[in-house]
């Protein structure tokens, strides 16, 4: 994401540069060229190691009222769909604010967790549990607890390295550091879950976000996976590699 007053922005993806590009991400060259991705793409560590990827400009079809937050129905085998957002100051402190419920619904896919040993970037090792109840609109974006706004995501997809620079909370850090910067501005926000075929667990997470004054205009794709594991995505399940 590029923000114009880049240096403002201190966390996340707040250490930004003016010409768009997330700090030490670039665009894979298996990438689809142009155009909001309809498939997932493969994860290549070396190019993504904390799991997400700068796909291009953001596509946002439609720009929704400030404080609007629209959920697509869980499909016919209980998924969810693309969640579109136009996300305000106040939508970031009441959803920080807002207790966290104490138990999640189960998305599609859950059922199969256990605790695991992940292998992060810079050597240091996650431990714990493999699957999180995953946000597509952050509750901190002022997201809801529903199931039409949670997948079954890894860790790695949920926070990365959990150092504000990889998974869903790259992006989300961003919006929020953003947002508190310049409260009278909006970010458009369109997360998309790309599943293949009947699979019940998404490969990889879309997110585009746009600000109301064009300084924030990016898409990135976040994988959905670990490394070190092989995962059964039409189950949920997974097992060592």
Known sequence: MAVAAAVACAAGIGALRLEGVL????????????GSLEKPTEWVEAESPNYVRLAGTARIAETLAPGE???????????????EACVTARMVEEGVAR????????????????????????????????????????????????LENLVCGTRMQNVGANDGQGGMAMVE???RSWLRDFPDQTISYVATPLYVAGELVPRSVVVDARSSDGSIDEEVEVYNCAKGYVIDYAAGTFERA
């Open 23 to 34: 700090p030490g991400l670039r665009p894979q060259a298996s990438a689809p060229a142009g």
């Open 69 to 83: 937050v629209r959920y697509a129905p869980l499909d016919a085998l209980g998924r969810a769909g693309r969640v």
């Open 99 to 146: 207790e966290r419920a104490a138990e999640l619904p189960d998305p599609a896919g859950w059922g199969h967790n256990a605790r695991a040993e992940i292998e992060l970037p810079g050597g240091r090792v996650y431990r714990g549990w493999f699957w999180n109840r995953s946000h597509l609109l952050a509750k901190s974006l002022g997201g809801a607890d529903a």
């Open 173 to 175: 850090t961003a919006c």
